[in-house]
């Protein structure tokens, strides 16, 4: 009988809607990276499509192991779950002893081919972990300790790591929130989040962009008033505004005027 439940999992047809929107999201992803990088790829090693071309390959690798791993028994992952959540606290716990840094954070490990930023891995095995979590307590979800605080309390060695060793912000808000909703999903009560939750982040809020804000803060008022630093931090915002202001709702198709410019000028 298990054997037979195994093939016919193995058998499954494949679901073409979810398919189809990866690639599609795949192929717009691969498109926006030309788009973006060709200048930069252009001034750096003379090839507009160096960069585009490493995404492609890594885009292929990413389809060969979704393939391999759409045969795979989802419910396997059930009892792996606490393996999961321990090796994604020892993943983040090891970047910044022999992570690199780049921009003021340390976020990556160099494999030497390659760089990886081990909170990307993080967010899987969380995911793992808190579905494992979440269906083994469905019953006790709408009590507040067991639906909610417990569950957080999970998160917050997570969330501590990324923050204080990686300021990584947005890695935090994402983990966060798809933890959020599979909680609600999963039965723990909205009022919970409406009160506790809402408070306490907040709460965290107003002592990060205080206490600990750092560069959070220069990109604030960076975003507020952009021409106090257009070479800095307002560099992103700037660029963005004169890409709306020249393309307008509809925009002038790939490579924006700044890239075109900058493209005929290095070629001239």
């Given at each position: ?12 047809p ?34 507009s ?19 391999v791993?759409?045969k795979i028994d ?17 993943l ?28 990307e ?12 979590y979440?269906?083994q ?20 060695p997570?969330a ?17 929130a ?18 506790v939750?809402?408070?306490g ?20 008022i960076?975003?507020?008033?952009p021409w ?31 890239t ?9």
């Open positions: 009988m298990a054997i037979a439940k195994k093939e016919e999992y193995k058998n499954k494949v679901d073409f809607i979810l398919c189809i929107t990866v690639l599609l999201l795949l192929a717009l992803g691969i498109i926006m990276v030309l788009s973006a990088s060709s200048p930069s790829a252009f001034s750096e090693t003379g090839d499509y160096s960069y585009v071309k490493k995404q492609a390959v890594s885009a292929v690798i990413g389809l060969i192991a979704m393939f791993i759409s989802y419910k396997i992952y059930k009892h792996l779950y606490k393996i999961a959540y321990i090796g994604s606290i020892l983040l716990a090891i970047v910044p002893i022999i992570g690199t840094e780049a921009g003021g954070a340390k976020r990556w490990i160099d494999l030497g081919f390659t760089t990886f930023q081990p909170s891995l993080a967010k899987i095995g969380l995911i793992i972990f808190f579905a494992a979440l269906a307590n469905r019953d006790k979800l709408k009590n507040i300790f067991h639906g909610f605080l417990k569950s957080f309390l999970f998160l917050a997570i501590f790591i990324l923050l204080k060793f990686q300021e990584h912000f947005s890695a935090t808000l994402i983990i966060i798809v933890t959020s909703i599979m909680m609600l999903v999963a039965g723990s009560k909205m009022s919970h989040f409406l009160t939750g809402l408070s982040g907040i709460l965290g809020l107003i002592y990060l962009f205080t206490q600990g804000a750092g560069f959070r803060k220069d990109r604030i960076a975003w507020l008033d106090s630093d257009p070479t800095g931090d307002a560099w992103q915002a700037i660029q963005s505004l004169y890409a709306i202001g020249s393309g307008g709702l509809f925009g002038e198709g790939l490579r924006s005027k700044q075109k410019i900058f493209i005929h000028t290095r070629t001239t």
